[in-house]
């Protein structure tokens, strides 16, 4: 259905400008004068119109071709009762369906700056709901009914739970991910992300893995959509070290698989300077033997087994792996036996495997 608009004699725009419309194209093959590329803008409004209804342009371009063959029906009719000879006929219709081409592209032209002002509209809905997302406000009701109200302007139906992904542009421009309309994708940002709702349902990370073929990235736990916050800060952490190649960079890694990188390793002065205090009894050795050392330490603190048991995991002789516990027992004295103290050794340790520096 076209738009209804009236002019001040209460008639249709719409009326007016197909008149005007037919009086040009009339005008211009009687006197040759004018431009037949030049259309009323009534006809940019008829695609507005079709895309501010939720339409295609089907319907609108049916109603065109109905109107040319009722037009021409009739053309032919006079034709033929004046005896106007058949090539005349056949260039009237050709223009006739040239100008018809002219005033679709029209309307398509209508129809695409509408679609472009209604998308950059919901972009920047979307921008707002996504700070309020991340913004660590805590979950107040006041909090979620203005979530719920900024989600329904995009048509969002807010989740319960969601998990945050944040994705590393590909060295060479790649196709946006093939999200559905369920999943809010912010590709505006340097480090496109995507807000993910009830991630744990059933067949949603395979789909996810597939939409996401060709890029690279990092996925946050399922959290509540109030905490949404949370699980971008896990994605983050993520891929910084993806970045700094700690952590795989091969398609989109999931945090909750890499828990351990994650908490040892993000806060690089805090390890190193642990690392530092408690490892100082190591600088009486070189740096092979004290790495071997620091390796049976940590064999020695992650399973509390026995010189057999150590040294299958390291690959040596039970006597080496006796002898270096000797030895580890005089640089650190009574303070291995001390928890806390082994507790803190593994931490430090383990953050030097996962870097690389241990074996």
Known sequence: MLPVILDQNGVPMSLIGIRRALEQFVEHLATGLGNPHQHPPVFQEFGRGELLSGRSLDSLQAIYRLGVRLAWRRLAEIGQQADIPAPAMYELAESGFQYLDGLVAESVRGYAE???????ERLRLQRGLL????????NTDSRRSMLTERAARIGWPLPENVAVAVLLRPAREAVPPAVGNDVLLDM?????????????????????RRAVSGWTGAVGPPVPVAQAAKSLRWAQSAVDLM?????????????????????????????????????????????SHGRRLAETLLAWLETRGGAPEIAVRLGVHPQTVRYRLRQIRELWGEGIDDPDHRFELELVLRARRLRGELG
Do not use: N, W, Y
């Open 114 to 120: 509408a679609a472009a002002r209604k998308a950059g």
């Open 131 to 138: 700070d309020m997302l991340f913004a660590d406000h805590g």
């Open 188 to 208: 505006e940002r340097e480090q496109p992300l995507m807000v993910v709702p009830e991630p744990d349902a059933a067949g949603r990370a395979e789909l996810l």
């Open 243 to 287: 970045e700094r190649g700690l952590l795989d960079s091969g398609g989109l890694l999931d945090c909750t698989e890499h828990t351990e990188a994650l908490v040892l390793l993000p806060p690089t002065e805090l390890i190193d300077d642990l690392g530092r205090r408690l490892l100082a009894p190591l600088k009486e050795c070189g740096p």
